[in-house]
């Protein structure tokens, strides 16, 4: 508990040094943290085959620490560019630039997909241990690091259970710690828990705030659920539908660690009206 | 408010009552089941041998054109010596083909993933061999292939192989496409993907392709040992068959057939048993057996 306050006065002190922050083409609401700059999606667009155009001028910036989340109807891009930033795709226009250059294959990148995509032959540690593992580590020796990630999910005592053995939750807990065990610089999550429960989504939202508050990692976090976005994260940017580009940034100024007080308060709904609106307004624009 | 009213009108007792006759129910036809799964097939067999007996002996028929069960069973006995020897040849040659059918249809699935030139190449000549009856090829091997035992090999895989390269391909390229990207982003090699990833994933599909290869090399290894006759390596089960006939030894055919189905059997059931165990811990398959 002690935890998250020590990391986020370690955060505040950081941008002091790096005071150029981004200078978005979006006008609407944007708070500036003066946070360190992570990447840059810059004017991105895609064009698939057939001419189905996904993306255009897609603009976005992620600072270090940020929890993003980007917002919009299904089908308006979304794990198109998600796709991009971690590497699968190319853009057809614009780059994609990461301040001071991506290691890839490095385990810099974190991701967790819809479904939790777990190795069912591996048990919990193996599955874990696999970005470690494709980088030539042995598991003894990524002991501590697979422990850590499976302690933070609260997932001990289950590392050598077989996926089939866990709920769908547990096993969307298995791919957080997967994607967090490498320290990576950015965990991209494309609607992570739209398949789950609503108790079960209410519980992981609210450990996955408390486990970002611990490493202070960065996260973009795809997402259809207005009340999701406005929740988990710092930043919200609203998509359009297709061709998806950022049509506002919403700031989200409540401090964490959030609760289920937040969820009731007047200002998470107040947050949650504005970030409705700012949704319509995107898609009846784009049409 | 419902259960509660129930619960006070006293209709909880009459409810639970219901769930435990319910439940009583359930366990015997749960056992019966159990049992009948043995109990009815030997009842089955048992009557069918009573009927063959009973054919031979109301028709007074000669051994030498139909031999009772008893007859037969006396015949195993007897010979066992001779059919033994025979067992062992045929299932040594059953064995290698199976060997080399796994090696062969395991590796090439593995080298058609890996290279769609060497697939699109190959493929069409995999199927070529797969529909040529095995009865008419198997004459030219022995004309080319002076070592017996080779041509029998060779029949025998080329009967047993396919299966298990259609199926291994299949599984090899069943990845899920999700953990394809995932590996993709950790940077894994070509070789990492096969290994950890496509391997696993075809596992399930190689096992189902092995235990129809099991019982195809047992029939490949007879049928070639039919084509093939005696000489060189000694004689197998099927040659055991065709010399019995020729000399009218009825009984020994059958006792003879009897053992051929009974490795048929032997075979099936082993790798049966070595499929649910590599599986039992993760796969579906294994799961429903568990229950
Ligand atoms: N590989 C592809 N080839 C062709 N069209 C695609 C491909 N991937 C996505 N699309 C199209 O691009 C659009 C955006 O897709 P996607 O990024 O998956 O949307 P979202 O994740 O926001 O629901 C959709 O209309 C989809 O049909
Ligand atoms: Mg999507």
Redesign the interface.
Same mark, same amino acid.
């Given at each position: 508990m002690d935890d998250p306050l020590v990391v986020h006065s370690r955060l505040s002190v950081l941008p002091l040094s790096l005071s150029l922050s981004s200078i978005d083409g979006t006008p609407t609401l944007v708070d500036t943290h003066n946070q360190e700059k992570l990447l840059a999606v810059n004017s991105v667009g895609k064009v698939f085959s057939k001419g189905v155009v996904a993306l255009e001028d897609m603009q976005l910036t992620i600072n270090e620490g940020d929890f993003l989340s980007l917002l919009g109807p299904s089908g308006c891009g979304k794990s198109t560019i998600l /796709?991009m930033i #971690?590497? =699968?795709m190319e853009p057809t226009t614009g780059r994609i630039e990461w301040e001071g250059g991506v290691e *890839?294959?490095?385990?810099s990148?974190g991701?967790v997909?819809q479904?939790p995509?777990l190795?069912?032959? #591996?048990t919990v540690e193996k599955n874990v241990w =696999?970005?470690f /593992? =494709? *980088?030539g580590k042995t598991m003894r020796s990524m002991r501590n690091e697979i422990d850590e990630a499976l302690h933070l999910v609260g997932l001990d005592g289950f590392a050598g259970s077989?996926? /089939?053995a866990l709920s769908g939750g547990m096993k969307m807990r298995v791919a957080i710690a997967r994607a967090l065990a490498t320290s990576p610089r950015v965990i991209l999550m494309d609607e992570p828990f739209a398949a789950l429960d609503e108790i079960t989504r209410f519980k992981l939202n609210n450990d996955l705030l408390e486990l970002k508050a611990k490493i202070g990692c960065t996260i973009l976090f795809v997402t259809h659920s207005v009340f999701e976005s406005v929740f988990l994260s710092d930043r919200i940017a609203v998509m359009t539908s297709r061709p998806g580009r950022v049509h506002s940034e919403i700031a989200v100024n409540e401090p964490y660690p959030r609760n289920e007080t937040f969820r009731t308060s007047a200002s998470y709904s107040s947050y949650c009206r504005t970030t409705s609106e700012a949704l319509e307004n995107s898609i009846s624009e784009a049409v | 408010m419902t259960f509660v009213q129930t619960r006070m009108s006293g209709g909880i007792d009459d409810a639970s009552l219901a769930a435990v006759n319910e439940e009583r129910k359930r366990l015997m036809r749960r056992r019966f089941e159990k049992i009948g799964k043995w109990l009815l097939p030997a009842l089955v067999l048992l009557l069918s041998l009573w009927f063959w007996d009973r054919i031979v002996v109301w028709n007074e028929i000669p051994h030498y054109i139909l031999p009772g069960p008893g007859k037969v069973w006396t015949t195993l006995v007897t010979d066992w010596g001779l059919l033994y020897d025979a067992l062992k040849i045929t299932f040594r040659i059953t064995m290698l083909a199976l060997l080399v059918a796994v090696i062969g249809g395991a590796g090439l699935a593995i080298l058609f993933t890996q290279s769609r030139l060497f697939e699109m190449s190959l493929f069409p000549y995999a199927v070529v061999l797969q529909v040529t009856p095995i009865i008419s090829i198997a004459p030219l091997i022995f004309i080319y292939v002076e070592n017996k035992l080779a041509g029998l090999l060779i029949c025998a895989w080329i009967v047993a192989f396919f299966p298990i390269l259609s199926n291994t391909t299949l599984g090899l390229n069943s990845t899920d496409h999700n953990l394809r990207d995932l590996f993709r982003i950790y940077g894994a090699t070509r070789w990492q993907r096969l290994v950890h990833l496509q391997l696993p994933t075809a596992l399930p599909y190689f096992l189902g392709g092995l235990r129809i290869a099991g019982g195809l090399s047992l029939i490949g290894a007879v049928v070639a040992e039919y084509v093939a006759g005696t000489g060189g390596i000694g004689s197998g089960l099927a040659f055991t068959i065709l010399e019995a006939g020729y000399r009218l030894n009825i009984p020994r055919m059958f006792a003879a057939l009897l053992i051929i189905a009974g490795t048929g059997v032997f075979i099936f059931l082993t790798l049966s048993i070595i499929s649910h165990l590599l599986l039992r811990k993760w796969h579906e398959s294994a799961l429903k057996q568990e229950q």
């Open positions: /796709r #971690a590497g =699968l *890839q294959s490095n385990g990148i991701v997909f479904e995509t190795m069912p032959w #591996a =696999l970005p /593992r =494709l *980088q077989y996926p /089939r | -």
